[in-house]
């Protein structure tokens, strides 16, 4: 204790105070505070002598956390963060702590302030209520369009379908489709329609009647009906490779122009269509002749290929047995090019050998199938060349320096023709100069 004032711990035994009350009332002024952190004597006494507000006062400034303050007002944590924030609570104290692995920040409230939100709490209650009845009656109003929507779509289904219904004069394709997909909604099918369930036609026909919310026993009626009408429809079909033999084209490639199921079509427009072919049907015949004279030409190219190569090597084996070479005129004959092009063509033995013009044969490289083509490589063989002169000229250069330096000698003195300036050829020429050294 100093003089003038009462210590902390002074001051929670006279109080009865924690340490952490103490500190509270200091920073909430209901305890004065010396600079040196002493409190006032008089106001201990006085908080003494009438103990009753100044704890219900400090009671009041108590920092609450979120779950704390949920509590005392009997509302959840959710609920409490919702009015606190429309209600612009103050925090008066933030801690950041580390739990679980992340990093979380604790906020404190005044429990004065927090005691004041229960208006607050019954008008989000109130409020809350009126949103849910109105949800609900949007709910029930948007329910009752959906059931509208859906009985509107579920009479046009419904007439739609009874358009598909087959009758006496419906294909029979059309039949089998219609009791395949009745059959697909039911979850059983006749064993002899099974082998029609997997086509296209079966499936969009089975969209529009699930779209007619039929029960299970109409379904099962209306599967009952149109059963004898698809069995019979059976013997009126023609199968895909009866369709081609008559036609001369694929059941595939009809089936979509004509009522078919599986590529199976009626036997009657099957016989229809062979006494009166539509115009869709012959571009269908031109076409397939097309394909097959196509075919029939790339056949015939490839065979002469093939020949004409057989005759070339023919020709080149035949020339082997009397000579080694061919003339220019020879091959220039032999793979269609003019005989300028071939001169320029030549090897770099610039002879023809007949085992090279053989190899050609069996390669036979881009350049000798166009003229442009051969005129590239001819180019190309240039550009190669030139680059090869222009290499050997500043090789050749570079060893007449290296022989200069070493023996010196003007540039000039070295001759184009000298041997690679090695280190034994080095050592050589400076023990027996060669004659073109010793006449300098």
Not at 21 to 43: C, I, K, N, P, S
Not at 114 to 140: M, Q
Request: with cysteine.
């Amino acid at each position: 204790m100093t003089r003038g004032g009462i210590g902390a711990a002074r001051v929670g035994k006279a109080l009865g105070l924690v340490p952490r009350q103490v500190r509270l009332a200091a920073r909430t002024g209901l305890l004065a505070q010396h600079q040196d952190g002493t409190f006032d004597a008089d106001a201990v006494a006085r908080a003494a002598a009438d103990p009753v507000p100044f704890l219900t006062a400090l009671r009041r400034e108590e920092p609450l956390t979120t779950t704390e303050a949920a509590h005392r007002l009997g509302i959840s944590r959710e609920r409490f963060r919702r009015v606190a924030l429309a209600a612009a609570l103050p925090v008066v104290d933030r801690v950041h702590v580390s739990r679980y692995g992340r990093d979380l920040e604790v906020r404190y409230y005044r429990t004065a302030d927090v005691d004041t939100l229960h208006p607050h709490i019954t008008a989000d209650r109130e409020l809350r209520a009126a949103a849910r009845t109105v949800a609900r009656s949007l709910a029930a109003t948007k329910a009752a369009a959906t059931r509208a929507h859906n009985r509107e779509r579920a009479h046009h289904a419904r007439l739609y379908l009874a358009g598909l219904a087959p009758g006496t004069d419906t294909d029979p394709a059309d039949a089998i489709a219609f009791t395949c997909a009745l059959a697909h909604l039911h979850g059983t099918a006749p064993a002899r329609l099974r082998r029609f369930m997997g086509d296209p036609r079966v499936r969009d026909i089975t969209e529009i009647a699930v779209q007619c919310r039929y029960k299970p026993a109409e379904i099962a009626d209306l599967l009952t009906a149109a059963t004898p009408r698809a069995l019979a429809a059976l013997r009126a079909l023609a199968r895909p490779h009866r369709v081609w033999a008559t036609l001369g084209v694929p059941a595939e490639d009809i089936a979509h122009r004509v009522p078919s199921i599986d590529q199976h079509i009626s036997a009657d427009l099957l016989q229809q269509l062979a006494t009166e072919p539509p115009r869709w049907l012959l571009e269908l015949h031109a076409d397939r002749e097309l394909e097959h004279a196509t075919a029939a030409v790339t056949r015939w190219l490839d065979r002469e290929w093939h020949a004409q190569q057989r005759r070339a090597e023919a020709v080149c084996r035949a020339a082997e047995a009397v000579i080694d070479h061919l003339a220019d005129e020879a091959v220039a004959e032999l793979f269609g090019l003019p005989l300028e092009l071939v001169l320029d063509l030549r090897p770099r033995s610039n002879k023809w050998t007949t085992a090279y013009v053989e190899e050609l044969l069996h390669t036979r490289p881009l350049w000798l199938r166009s003229e442009t083509l051969a005129r590239a490589e001819i180019d190309r063989r240039a550009t190669a060349r030139a680059r090869r002169e222009t290499a050997r000229t500043q090789r050749r250069l570079s060893w007449r320096r290296t022989w200069a330096r070493a023996l010196a000698l003007p540039l000039d003195a070295v001759p184009d023709t000298v041997e690679r300036p090695t280190p034994a050829a080095l050592h050589a020429a400076r023990t027996h100069p060669p004659r073109w050294a010793r006449s300098s």
